[in-house]
């Protein structure tokens, strides 16, 4: 299953039933998780740990160094959970010193043809990232979060849970959880109903996020004040204590 033209350094540790494709270039310090396929025409650096059962397609760097001024070489990791697909082209640096000293992509998530994740930045899980959407240094990408094509993400900017970033939207704040966002730059729109019915929230649910994001978004009060309000009410399953909590954890302000 590792084709005889792949050119794979010998410390590279394999898993079980891992497949490589010809002409792919595997250096020293990584790891590949069992029932991991890789395709032709990648190149993969370390220090790098894929997990198992990832698909990774043609024409793929995974683990490259960043190209931020700031890093000089210093050694820094990229760990990859299991079961993502990262399709053609894709980018994926790893972490600085300055910053976390890692880039982490958890379980489950689809990076499609020509995306990039930048230096010191974190994925979660279930997350999409459609063709040619970008995350800068130091984001976070929720779970569940879907950034549209041409998407972009400023650095140290946070997407929350079940967010959606609009097509060719600049996020240039935080994006609160379970919020549409769209333009440039980027506005919220509404909750992200769409993605809750599709992902089995119930109805209630969803009612009860509409209502907060009226308060927040169009109750024509301070946010502190805003938040004060939806703490009085009942929760649903923690719905509410997710959106407050990704607006609380914000440190560059809300993406209004």
Same mark, same amino acid.
């Given at each position: 299953?590792?084709?005889?033209r ?45 997990g ?15 190209p931020?001024? /700031?890093?000089?070489?210093?050694k820094?990791?990229l760990?990859i ?13 790893r @972490?600085?010193?300055?910053?976390r000293?890692?880039?982490r ?7 499609m ?11 979660g899980?279930?997350a ?7 995350? *800068? ?7 569940w ?6 998407? @972009? ?10 967010? $959606?970033?609009?097509? $060719?939207?600049h996020?240039n704040?935080d ?5 549409? *966002?769209? @333009?440039?730059?980027?506005? *919220? ?6 993605g ?7 109805s209630?649910q969803? /009612?009860?996020?509409q /209502? ?7 109750g @024509?009060?301070?946010l ?7 703490? /009085?009410l ?23």
């Amino acid at each position: 299953m590792i084709d005889s033209r792949a050119v794979i350094d010998p410390s590279v540790r394999i898993g079980k039933d891992v497949s490589v494709g010809p002409f792919t270039v595997i250096g020293p310090d990584v790891s590949i998780g069992e029932g991991t396929l890789v395709g032709s025409h990648n190149v993969i650096k370390g220090p790098t740990e894929i997990g198992r059962n990832n698909e990774i397609f043609q024409f793929a760097t995974i683990g490259e160094a960043t190209p931020d001024l /700031k890093y000089k070489g210093e050694k820094t990791t990229l760990v990859i959970g299991d079961n993502n697909t990262i399709r053609e082209g894709v980018t994926i640096h790893r @972490g600085t010193v300055q910053g976390r000293g890692e880039t982490r992509i958890g379980d489950h998530n689809l990076i499609m043809a020509y995306a990039h994740v930048g230096h010191d930045s974190v994925i979660g899980n279930h997350a999409i990232m459609v063709n040619n959407s970008a995350l *800068a240094g130091h984001v976070h990408l929720g779970d569940w979060a879907i950034v549209a094509a041409y998407g @972009g993400v400023q650095q140290y900017c946070s997407v929350g849970a079940h967010a $959606f970033v609009g097509g $060719f939207t600049h996020i240039n704040k935080d994006l609160p959880a379970f919020v549409l *966002a769209s @333009g440039i730059p980027a506005s *919220a729109r509404m909750i992200n109903v769409e993605g809750l019915k599709r992902r089995d929230f119930s109805s209630e649910q969803i /009612k009860l996020l509409q /209502k907060a994001y009226r308060i927040v978004y169009r109750g @024509g009060t301070e946010l502190s004040k805003s938040l004060e309000e939806l703490e /009085k009410l009942d929760d649903i399953r923690g719905v509410l204590c997710e959106f407050i909590g990704s607006i609380r954890r914000s440190t560059r302000g809300i993406i209004r």
